[in-house]
């Protein structure tokens, strides 16, 4: 594989194209918005930079790696020659179906589809296309040119040829990828998610209190930040979609989401983006500060 597509260059787009560039791949970076893609090569090369200051690149390798991103509006040409696409788009199930379908008649034949969905049935997806069998999971964690781990979610009708190569790839990039089957959450958010609910759950029924629940986490399990501080990092309204993926699809009320996250994400208080989540987030401000909220 030489050609690598990447659909949607918002957080986790721009770090997948950086990583594939960086290990000397031709990547083409596709969105609908132009200025997404400004900002995503801005992004890269903001990120490329820090990279050399830390001794990881050198100066030429950092320039050879931006010069093999080329961004593109319209998939058509941005997807013609790809040998694989790795779909970063907005996180909606008719957006990533639609794509889907589009990525089935746009791209060659022997190209493999991969998504990198947090939630999203990959059976599902594949089962819109005529290729099956070449589309899977390829679930990148946040920071992508940082964090080690890459889910690689089988779907139902997934080949053993498209996982192993898939799994090949990963580690050619110095990733960990790990193989798992796809079940609502798949392995990370299926445990995950189900932490945070009831990290939630024990502030909304007052055993404690929010710093009290994410020292001890962090603390106690050895968690580099807690659960309601990783919440408002990852989002809140994204925390209560993926636990209403799991509640939906497994059909078990322990996943039910806490009545706590409902309101907060339905006033609009969706963590770090928002300013404000279980913690109040002031630019500049270097500690935590505890929402005024729940004081
Ligand atoms: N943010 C995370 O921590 C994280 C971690 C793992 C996986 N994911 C998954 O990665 C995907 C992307 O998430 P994100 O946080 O980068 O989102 P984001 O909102 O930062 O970026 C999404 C980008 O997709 C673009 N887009 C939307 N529809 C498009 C289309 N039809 N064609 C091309 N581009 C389109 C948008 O313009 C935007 O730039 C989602 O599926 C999400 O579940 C996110």
Redesign the pocket.
Same mark, same amino acid.
């Given at each position: 594989m030489k050609n690598i597509s990447v659909?949607?260059?918002? /957080?986790?787009?721009?770090?997948i194209a950086h990583v594939f560039a960086q290990y000397g791949y031709e990547v083409s970076l596709? &969105?609908?918005?132009a200025h997404?893609?400004e900002?995503?090569i801005a992004t890269i090369t903001k990120n490329m930079d820090r990279q050399v200051s830390k001794g990881i690149l050198v100066e030429t390798e950092k320039s050879d790696a931006l010069n093999r991103i080329q961004s593109f /509006?319209s998939?058509e040409e941005g997807v013609k020659n790809a040998d694989l696409v790795v779909?970063?788009? /907005?996180?909606?199930l008719s957006?990533?179906l &639609?794509?889907f379908k589009?990525l089935d008649e746009l791209t060659p034949e022997s190209c493999i589809l991969a998504?990198? /969905?947090?939630?999203?049935s990959i059976t599902k997806i594949g089962a819109v296309t005529k290729r099956p069998e070449k589309v899977i999971g390829m679930?990148?964690?946040?920071p992508v040119p940082v964090m080690k781990l890459v889910e690689v979610i089988r779907g139902y009708a997934t080949s053993d040829e498209v996982t192993d190569s898939i799994m090949e790839l990963s580690k050619g990039l110095e990733k960990v990828p790990v193989e798992v089957n796809d079940y609502p959450g798949f392995v990370?958010n299926r445990i995950l998610m189900p932490m945070i609910n009831e990290a939630i759950y024990t502030l909304y029924e007052g055993v404690a209190g929010i710093e009290e629940i994410d020292t001890v986490m962090k603390l106690g399990m050895a968690h580099p930040m807690g659960p309601l501080q990783l919440a408002d990092?990852?989002?809140l309204d994204?925390c209560l979609s993926?636990l209403r993926v799991l509640h939906d699809g497994f059909g078990n009320p322990k996943y039910a989401p806490c009545p706590l996250l409902v309101n907060m994400v339905e006033a609009g208080f969706k963590g770090a983006k928002t300013g404000e989540g279980f913690y109040k987030y002031t630019s500049g401000s270097k500690d935590l500060v505890v929402s005024p909220r729940f004081r």
């Open positions: 659909i949607g260059s918002g /957080t986790m787009g721009n770090g596709i &969105d609908i918005s997404a893609l900002k995503a /509006t998939m779909e970063a788009a /907005t996180e909606n957006i990533k &639609d794509l589009k998504s990198n /969905t947090s939630s999203i679930h990148f964690m946040n990370a990092f990852i989002g994204v993926i």
